[in-house]
Nanobody, 125 residues
Framework: QVQLVESGGGLVQAGGSLRLSCAASGLAFSNYAVGWFRQAPGKERAFVACITWNGISTYYEDSVKGRFTISRDNAKNTVFLQMNSLQEEDTAVYYC??????????????????WGRGTQVTVSP
C-alpha cells in the first residue's frame, strides 16, 4: 500500500524557518518526481515546489523562490521542503505528492497520483 506522510509543520513567527518532511512507503519512491502543494483556507490547492527523480532539477512557485528549497534523500525515501523567511501568506496545509510513474515535474495537482494527508504550517505576525 502506497503511503506518503508529511511532518514538520507547526507554528512559527514571521521570518522564521521550518523543515517539512515527506516519508514514503509502498512504492519505488526514488523513481518518481515529487511535489509539494499547499492549501490555504478558502483557496484552492496550489503548487509550491517539485523535484525530479534524481534530484537534479527543481522547480518553484514564484513567491517561494529564494526562500524555500526542495531536496530528497532517496536512500531514506524522503523528500524535504526547507522553508526560510516565512511570511504570514505561507500559512496553509502543506501536502506532498508523487508523480508515479513519471520522473519529471509538473505544476498541476492533477498530474500527481498519491498524496499525503498534509501538515499544517501557521506563520504568525
Amino acid at each position: 500500500q502506497v503511503q506518503l506522510v508529511e511532518s514538520g509543520g507547526g507554528l512559527v513567527q514571521a521570518g522564521g524557518s521550518l523543515r517539512l518532511s515527506c516519508a514514503a512507503s509502498g512504492l519505488a519512491f526514488s523513481n518518481y518526481a515529487v511535489g509539494w502543494f499547499r492549501q490555504a483556507p478558502g483557496k484552492e490547492r496550489a503548487f509550491v515546489a517539485c523535484i525530479t527523480w534524481n534530484g537534479i532539477s527543481t522547480y518553484y512557485e514564484d513567491s517561494v523562490k529564494g526562500r524555500f528549497t526542495i531536496s530528497r534523500d532517496n536512500a531514506k525515501n524522503t523528500v524535504f521542503l526547507q522553508m526560510n523567511s516565512l511570511q504570514e501568506e505561507d500559512t496553509a496545509v502543506y501536502y506532498c505528492a508523487d508523480r508515479r510513474p513519471y520522473s519529471a515535474c509538473e505544476v498541476s495537482s492533477y498530474d500527481y497520483r498519491d498524496w499525503g494527508r498534509g501538515t499544517q504550517v501557521t506563520v504568525s505576525p
